[in-house]
């Protein structure tokens, strides 16, 4: 556990130094303060709260930039330490393989969490400008934070398969990149244009619900009436064929399997 804390705190104290918490978290606050501000302004019809229309916005905001600044994170995590020679140093330590990817893991985790934090904060400062946010305002926005940081945290697992496969750091970036383009972007496509043309419509519930970045949707705009009510999508949706507490499952088993096919490749890598 000491040496997982180490490595934890040396990829928090790097990340620190490269600005990239102040980087990502600038990218999330702004993106997250423009959608705030376009929430605060009045709904027309929509009886909804203030709050829930953010949540509905920033929602969508995290499924596109969460994963894609995890992915980032964590894609020149084993390759790039393999191509700089600190890979067969850090193994010459009494380090096992899976210390230093838990340890990478906690650290860059560590990293996206306080991005994130940054971010909200952001959107945060102005519902609270607007209004006393009720119980159930701060759990819509605890429940958003806590499901991006799961959703990051797959995705960094996901990068780090990718690093532990990829030959060298230039094949990991591009492979980093087809992984977001096809789970969030293209995914999504391809399920809207089987369900118009009537094809996978009974597999249609699940096909959506075992996408992380659909499930982490899922999550944060069902379960709340206001939510759903200001998504839209409540209606237009299949029943789910899984409670809504039950997704939290499907991104906890994407996280252990990404998590699992790291290490397994990283034990098998040569240093």
């Given amino acids: 556990m000491n040496a997982v804390a180490t ?3 040396n990829e928090w104290r790097i990340g620190r130094r490269n600005r990239w918490v102040l980087v990502g978290g600038a990218a999330l606050a702004i993106l997250a303060l423009l959608l705030a501000l376009l ?3 009045p709904g027309g019809a929509v009886k909804a709260s203030q709050t829930a229309i953010v949540t509905v916005s920033l929602t969508t905001l995290c499924v596109y930039l ?3 600044l995890a992915l980032i994170l964590a894609q020149d995590a084993i390759v790039g330490e393999s191509e700089r020679g600190t890979l067969i140093l850090l193994l010459t330590y009494p380090l096992a393989r899976t210390s230093l990817l ?3 893991f906690s650290g860059h985790l560590l990293l996206l969490a306080a991005a994130l934090s940054i971010g909200l904060a952001a959107a945060l400062a102005i519902l609270l400008a ?5 119980a159930g305002d ?3 926005i605890g429940r958003l934070w806590l499901s991006a940081v799961l959703l990051g945290a797959v995705y960094l697992a996901a990068g780090y398969a990718i690093s532990g496969l990829a030959r060298d750091r230039s094949a990991a970036t591009a492979l980093a990149f087809g992984l977001w383009l096809v789970s969030v972007v293209l995914y999504d496509v391809v399920l809207l244009i089987l369900l118009s043309v009537d094809l996978a419509t009974d597999a249609f519930p699940w096909l959506l619900i075992l996408n992380p970045g659909d499930a982490f949707r899922l999550i944060n705009l069902s379960g709340f009436e206001a939510v759903e009510m200001a998504s839209g999508l409540a209606a237009a949706l ?3 064929p899984l409670p809504p507490h039950a997704l939290w499952l499907v991104l906890a088993g994407w996280l252990v399997l990404c998590l699992a096919i790291a290490g397994r490749l990283l034990q098998r890598r040569e240093a």
């Fill in 7 to 9: 490595v934890a705190m």
């Fill in 39 to 41: 929430g605060s302004t």
């Fill in 66 to 68: 969460v994963p894609l």
């Fill in 102 to 104: 838990l340890g990478k």
């Fill in 130 to 134: 607007n209004a006393v946010p009720t």
């Fill in 138 to 140: 701060w759990l819509l």
């Fill in 238 to 240: 299949p029943d789910l």
